[in-house]
C-alpha cells in the first residue's frame, strides 16, 4: 500500500530494525519450541513400534522355549566375560 496524503503517513507506524529483530526472534524460538515438539512425538511413536513389536514377538512365541544366553551370544557374535 503506498502512502499518499500526509495524513496517511501519520498514521503509518515504520517498522523500527529492534522491532523487526524482536519479531523475528520471537518467531525463531516458536518455531525451535515447535522442532522439539515434534522430535519428542516422533520419539515417542518409535518407542510406541517398538513395545509393539515386542509385544507381537511375545505372543507369537507363547509357551516355546528360550534360547540360552550362552547360545544367543555365540550366534550374535558377542564376547562378554
Known amino acids: 500500500m503506498a502512502v499518499k496524503t500526509l495524513t496517511q503517513r501519520k498514521k503509518v507506524k515504520p517498522l523500527s530494525n529492534l522491532t523487526y529483530g524482536r519479531q523475528l526472534r520471537n518467531l525463531i524460538e516458536d518455531q525451535r519450541a515447535l522442532a522439539k515438539r515434534l522430535i519428542k512425538l516422533i520419539e515417542h511413536l518409535e518407542d510406541e513400534e517398538d513395545h509393539r513389536a515386542m509385544v507381537e514377538a511375545e505372543r507369537k512365541n507363547a509357551?516355546?522355549?528360550?534360547?540360552?544366553?550362552?547360545?544367543a551370544k555365540k550366534r550374535l557374535g558377542l564376547k562378554f566375560d
Open 63 to 71: 509357551g516355546k522355549p528360550g534360547i540360552p544366553w550362552e547360545e
